[in-house]
């Protein structure tokens, strides 16, 4: 059973940066790829971000592309997502995921593990 914890979450002007963490516990973690996912309210959840088990590896949603970087450091079990350039339209709750089926944007049924989410909302 493998534990993710999120933290780093809050409230950002538009234009602004924050980065997220998810310290995974419980578990082998580079048996996982990594993801983030986000969720607005009255919106189904979707993905953000993944990343490949050792790193090599990441996709974005186009909606994120070339303002968020996810990374990984399987030394200290910890998944991160940086997030630059930041729009209201970002504001939603930003879950962690592991999954261990190699697709590089999974949907929400292929995630195996999911963190408690940590809550981004973008000012205008």
């Known amino acids: 059973q493998v534990q993710l914890v999120e933290s780093g979450g809050g409230l950002v002007q538009a234009g602004g940066s924050l980065r997220l963490s998810c310290v995974a516990s419980?578990?082998?973690?580079?048996?996982?790829?990594m993801a983030w996912f986000r969720q607005a309210p009255g919106k189904e959840r979707e993905l953000a971000a993944t990343?490949?088990?050792?790193?090599?590896?990441?996709y974005y949603a186009d909606s994120v592309s070339g303002r968020f970087t996810i990374s990984r450091d399987n030394a200290k079990n910890t998944v991160y997502l940086q997030m630059n350039s930041l729009k209201p339209e970002d504001t939603a709750v930003y879950y962690c995921a592991a999954f261990r089926r190699s697709i590089a944007a999974p949907r929400a049924a292929a995630v195996d593990y999911w963190g408690q989410g940590t809550q981004v909302t973008v000012s205008a």
């Open positions: 419980g578990g082998t973690f580079t048996n996982y790829h």
């Open positions: 990343i490949s088990k050792g790193g090599g590896s990441t």
